[in-house]
């Protein structure tokens, strides 16, 4: 009996060691494949039997192969994966704000600027002088110009980002159908769990769509004892057994341009927070660089407001025979302070001057704009306006047919003007230097570029009068209110080493977030990875216990033929 039973014992040794070669042999061929999971053999002892007053083993058998993971150590590696490809995608994005601003080059927006200030203190000095003012003009246009394509830039990288943010939402969702896909398939092969063995190609795939996907964004993940995985965002489920709940993209316009959102589908919740390539592509999307833009429109508008005020006080060489507004009004019976201008007026008052071309002789007229708001039945409107200026002796005043103020001056007459307290022909745009109200727009006035002579340097003091020129000379370091009382200079300064600091903040932990996501990695790459040496010690040591069992079958036969020739 007990031969017979050390030839079954070694009957299932030999299977458990052949199975032990097949599974190191399987992890040696695959210890090049990315994602590979190494693969253990489970071995439990067979109950023991008694037998001659003594309890006798009776070898042991294959429990199970399992994967050899440490599913604790996946979860902390989703979350680091996360966190670190969020603050790559936010880190990569300043980089490129960092080269699209260029202000360590020569074709800065900061050299533009200064450039056009030389060219204004060169007017300031010598007004007359029509090579002067051609230059400004032109270098004024270059400024134009530098902001509008800076602009333009930060706006293709943000279009780049919605491509990007299409392309993540594409693969997360064939991720999500992936692990929906995979679910029945390894509890199928798994038995639902009573074989004890994992399906471990298919629980790999499934692994490494999980990976990907916590790099995408940050889930959570709960697996059953069945072998299925739940995944979740948040308080969302985006499996749930048999279910999907895919990524929506959802379509808007943002500061002028087209971009795409990302929701939950079936709940339709925003995508919120940091962590996730997809959460730092949105958020250096609309924060990063949507923040860049709003800083670059304000920085646009008060440099516009700032110059055309001061503009407006001045003269150029010759007065308008006729003049029109470039700001329109969306009410011409609305106060002007409430009428939709970019730049509304306020109270108080500015001077017409009607000249008589044939003998020189300047009438000055002062036209007061009531907006003190204490009756607004009488704040002065477009339609007001109108109407006091055509008190004015000469001078046609008109509303044209898209709410703008037109001037014209009678025959033999022009226009010029001066001391606007009000704000009102700057807000309208009358004898002003540049249009627009923003980065996307800015331009000088077609009015100015087209005849330099419109230029207005001086304050009635003659071809040679430069007082209003060293004005603007000096308008990028007066203070705004408006920016917190620092200049346009300050604030543009403060603009770049913010964007400056910030990438070098978001650089150092974007390091710190890889640092650790490598950490983990190369513990699960430990953990997980197959060691060529440990795989043919292991190979070794079962070829030898594979040998010494068939040794024993060997000498079981011996014996039994012993016993049959007595």
Same mark, same amino acid.
């Given at each position: 009996?007990?031969?017979?039973?050390?030839?079954?014992?070694? *009957?299932?040794?030999?299977?458990?060691?052949?199975?032990?070669?097949?599974?190191?042999?399987?992890?040696?061929?695959?210890?090049?494949?990315?994602?590979?999971?190494?693969?253990?053999?489970?071995?439990?002892?067979?109950?023991?039997?008694?037998?001659?007053?003594?309890?006798?083993?009776?070898?042991?058998?294959?429990?199970?192969?399992?994967?050899?993971?440490?599913?604790?150590?996946?979860?902390? $590696?989703?979350?680091?994966?996360?966190?670190?490809?969020?603050?790559? #995608?936010?880190?990569?994005?300043?980089?490129?704000?960092?080269?699209?601003?260029?202000?360590?080059?020569?074709?800065?927006?900061?050299?533009?600027?200064?450039?056009? $200030?030389?060219?204004?203190?060169?007017?300031?000095?010598?007004?007359?002088?029509?090579?002067?003012?051609?230059?400004?003009?032109?270098?004024?246009?270059?400024?134009?110009?530098?902001?509008?394509?800076?602009?333009?830039?930060?706006?293709?990288?943000?279009?780049?980002?919605?491509?990007?943010?299409?392309?993540?939402?594409?693969?997360?969702?064939?991720?999500?159908?992936?692990?929906?896909?995979?679910?029945?398939?390894?509890?199928?092969?798994?038995?639902?769990?009573?074989?004890?063995?994992?399906?471990?190609?298919?629980?790999?795939?499934?692994?490494?769509?999980?990976?990907?996907?916590?790099?995408?964004?940050?889930?959570?993940?709960?697996?059953?004892? %069945?072998?299925?995985?739940?995944?979740?965002?948040?308080? %969302?489920?985006?499996?749930?057994?048999?279910?999907?709940?895919?990524?929506?993209?959802?379509?808007?316009?943002?500061?002028?341009?087209?971009? @795409?959102?990302?929701?939950?589908?079936?709940?339709?919740?925003?995508?919120?927070?940091?962590?996730?390539?997809?959460?730092?592509?949105?958020?250096?999307?609309?924060?990063?660089?949507?923040?860049?833009?709003?800083?670059?429109?304000?920085?646009?508008?008060?440099?516009?407001?700032?110059?055309?005020?001061?503009?407006?006080?001045?003269?150029?060489?010759?007065?308008?025979?006729?003049? /029109?507004? @470039?700001?329109?009004?969306?009410?011409?019976?609305?106060?002007?302070?409430?009428?939709?201008?970019?730049?509304?007026?306020?109270?108080?008052?500015?001077?017409?001057?009607?000249?008589?071309?044939?003998?020189?002789?300047?009438?000055?007229? /002062?036209?007061?704009?009531?907006?003190?708001?204490?009756?607004?039945?009488?704040?002065?409107?477009?339609?007001?306006?109108?109407?006091?200026?055509? *008190?004015?002796?000469?001078?046609?005043?008109?509303?044209?047919?898209? !709410?703008?103020?037109?001037?014209?001056?009678?025959?033999?007459?022009?226009?010029?003007?001066?001391?606007?307290?009000?704000?009102?022909?700057?807000?309208?745009?009358?004898?002003?230097?540049?249009?627009?109200?923003?980065?996307?727009?800015?331009?000088?006035?077609?009015?100015?570029?087209?005849?330099?002579?419109?230029?207005?340097?001086?304050?009635?003091?003659?071809?040679?009068?430069?007082?209003?020129?060293?004005?603007?000379?000096?308008?990028?370091?007066?203070?705004?209110?408006?920016?917190?009382?620092?200049?346009?200079?300050?604030?543009?300064?403060?603009?770049?080493?913010?964007?400056?600091?910030?990438?070098?903040?978001?650089?150092?932990?974007?390091?710190?977030?890889?640092?650790? !996501?490598?950490?983990?990695?190369?513990?699960?790459?430990?953990?997980?990875?197959?060691?060529?040496?440990?795989?043919?010690?292991?190979?070794?040591?079962?070829?030898? #216990?594979?040998?010494?069992?068939?040794?024993?079958?060997?000498?079981?036969?011996?014996?039994?033929?012993?016993?049959?020739?007595?």
């Amino acid at each position: 009996m007990s031969l017979f039973t050390t030839i079954r014992n070694a *009957g299932h040794s030999l299977e458990v060691f052949s199975t032990g070669i097949q599974v190191a042999g399987n992890n040696i061929s695959n210890a090049s494949t990315p994602g590979y999971i190494r693969e253990r053999l489970n071995v439990s002892t067979n109950p023991p039997y008694y037998y001659g007053g003594v309890l006798l083993g009776t070898g042991s058998h294959v429990v199970g192969i399992r994967q050899q993971i440490d599913k604790y150590l996946e979860v902390r $590696l989703h979350s680091a994966s996360s966190e670190a490809s969020g603050s790559d #995608a936010r880190n990569l994005i300043y980089k490129q704000l960092e080269t699209t601003l260029g202000e360590l080059g020569t074709g800065d927006l900061s050299t533009s600027v200064n450039d056009f $200030l030389a060219k204004l203190n060169d007017v300031a000095n010598q007004p007359e002088n029509p090579a002067n003012r051609y230059l400004a003009v032109q270098q004024g246009t270059q400024v134009a110009n530098s902001i509008v394509a800076l602009r333009n830039r930060v706006d293709d990288l943000r279009s780049a980002q919605t491509t990007k943010i299409n392309d993540l939402i594409t693969e997360a969702n064939q991720l999500i159908d992936q692990v929906r896909e995979l679910n029945p398939q390894i509890t199928q092969l798994e038995g639902a769990g009573m074989n004890l063995s994992d399906a471990g190609g298919l629980r790999t795939q499934r692994y490494e769509a999980l990976q990907r996907l916590s790099e995408i964004l940050p889930i959570q993940m709960n697996e059953h004892d %069945n072998g299925t995985v739940d995944v979740f965002i948040g308080s %969302n489920y985006l499996v749930l057994g048999d279910q999907v709940n895919h990524l929506e993209p959802t379509v808007s316009v943002d500061r002028g341009i087209q971009v @795409t959102n990302v929701q939950i589908e079936n709940t339709h919740a925003p995508l919120t927070g940091t962590a996730g390539e997809l959460n730092g592509v949105l958020n250096g999307r609309d924060e990063i660089l949507g923040g860049f833009v709003d800083t670059l429109d304000t920085f646009t508008s008060h440099f516009i407001q700032l110059f055309n005020s001061i503009h407006t006080q001045g003269e150029g060489l010759q007065g308008f025979t006729d003049v /029109t507004g @470039t700001y329109a009004v969306d009410d011409v019976n609305q106060p002007l302070s409430n009428a939709g201008l970019a730049f509304p007026p306020q109270h108080g008052s500015f001077e017409v001057k009607v000249k008589n071309l044939q003998t020189g002789l300047i009438e000055t007229q /002062t036209i007061n704009i009531d907006l003190d708001g204490i009756d607004p039945t009488n704040d002065t409107s477009l339609d007001d306006l109108k109407t006091l200026l055509n *008190g004015v002796g000469n001078i046609t005043a008109t509303i044209t047919a898209d !709410r703008k103020l037109k001037l014209t001056a009678a025959d033999g007459y022009e226009i010029s003007f001066a001391n606007d307290t009000s704000n009102v022909l700057s807000g309208l745009g009358l004898n002003t230097f540049f249009t627009g109200t923003d980065s996307s727009n800015i331009a000088v006035n077609s009015v100015v570029s087209g005849n330099p002579n419109f230029f207005a340097t001086g304050r009635g003091g003659g071809p040679a009068d430069g007082s209003n020129a060293v004005e603007l000379a000096q308008f990028f370091d007066q203070a705004q209110t408006g920016l917190g009382n620092l200049s346009l200079n300050q604030f543009y300064i403060n603009t770049v080493s913010t964007v400056a600091q910030e990438s070098a903040s978001e650089q150092a932990i974007s390091d710190g977030f890889a640092t650790y !996501r490598d950490s983990l990695s190369s513990q699960r790459a430990q953990y997980t990875g197959v060691s060529l040496d440990e795989e043919a010690i292991n190979v070794m040591q079962l070829q030898r #216990a594979y040998q010494a069992t068939a040794r024993m079958i060997t000498t079981a036969d011996e014996l039994f033929n012993i016993l049959l020739n007595i």
